[in-house]
């Protein structure tokens, strides 16, 4: 007789950010992902209620990767009782660490609902003291009839999707699925015998441009702000976006194909994940090892300016133009992007450059959108800029990506559950799976839980 397996969806629900997934089985409470939601600021008061499950029951917690939004609520776990061991591959291990406590900088120094006891020192140190590494492909025993293991999401350093096998049926949770192809990473992996997958959809209802054509028009964006004299400034994440940016920005400078003027590094956690980044050489792709191993500075080039210090960032303003400029955050929550965006954005000569996805209500958001005023930390800003969008260095696999990841496993998988996409996402690929694919695929809500027997 089959044994029942259960799944929770308690957060990545309704919303891209959030992944908070809840697999039980074999008397086992084995948590996937355990993010910050993200809307109109770093972090929705949401964050802050209760979990409505007990943390310390959970036996597991297995991370996709280490954006914030998939680990950002790990202290408040920790803080609430939490004391299994947490599951990564191992440059997840390492970048977790200066994500979380760029974090816990940002937000332990809000007084509301007393995050400085949530972000702690204490909680952070304990949280990376219970993290185990494990290579792609490895499997991990977990009970006599449970094991899994991570495969390669392609979507940032260390990202993965998690296989759990439970007696001979196969469920994945694919975390984010990486934009191939990647100027940096290798393909996500190609999968096609899942029985239940639980799956993003960031990009559910809307097409990337191709990888040529995106370096195209970085290129001629470059050039335009150029022949401007003006400021570009390209919000970025400090995580793998930042990277891919140096990456391409090194070879068109490297070949002469945009003219040299000062361009600006400005994060310092950027900065310090960059060189992480160099650490794992081998998780690249072999076009990019290879250009590595001819270019001992593959991350740094004619006219790059890392500017660490916060006295170095505020001489940008005094540097003239034209000049490019790259900070975190990368929705405009915060960094010190915002600081070049309140003094920028009003003049008609500069460009922003969005390369990103873009949160509702965020102030990228609105600012691709088109409004012509735009509040920014407290501030009202005109926008008089150029905005341009690149959508091709998304880190996610867009509608067609997406489909064709599922069309590869068509023949075996039993159900879809379609989450971490907004809603109008999230349902036009429901519809498309099942159009298309003629697949059972479904969008579940919020704390909504589904069993199947194994």
Known sequence: MGKEVKITFYGGVGTVTGANFLLEVDGQKILVDCGLTQGIKLADDINWAPFVYNPKEIDILFTTHAHVDHIGRIPKLIEEGFRGKIYSTPPTEVIAGPMLEDTMSILSKSAEFNLNKIYSEENVKLALSLWLPFDYHQKIKITENLEASFLNAGHILGSAMILFIYQGKKILFTGDLGNSPSPLLPDAERITDVDYLIMESVY?????????????????????????????????????????????????????????????????????LTEIFKQFKNYFNESAQKALSQDKHLFDFPGLHSTLHSRESKMIATVPNPKVVIAGSGMSLGGRIVHHERHYLPDPNNTILLTGYQSAGTPGRLIQEGVKTVRISGEYVEVRAHVVTISGYSGHKDSDGLLSFVGDMQEQVKKVFVVMGEPKSTMFLVQKLRDNLGIEAYAPEQEESISFIC
């Open 204 to 272: 559910g209802d809307r097409n990337h441009e191709s990888r040529n054509d995106r370096r195209k028009f970085l290129e001629a964006t470059i050039e335009d702000n150029y022949k401007r004299k003006g400021t570009l400034i390209i919000p970025t994440f400090s995580l793998e976006r930042s990277q891919e940016l140096l990456f391409e920005l090194n070879d068109l400078v490297e070949n002469n194909r945009i003219p040299i003027m000062p361009i600006f590094f400005d994060s310092p956690l950027a900065i310090h």
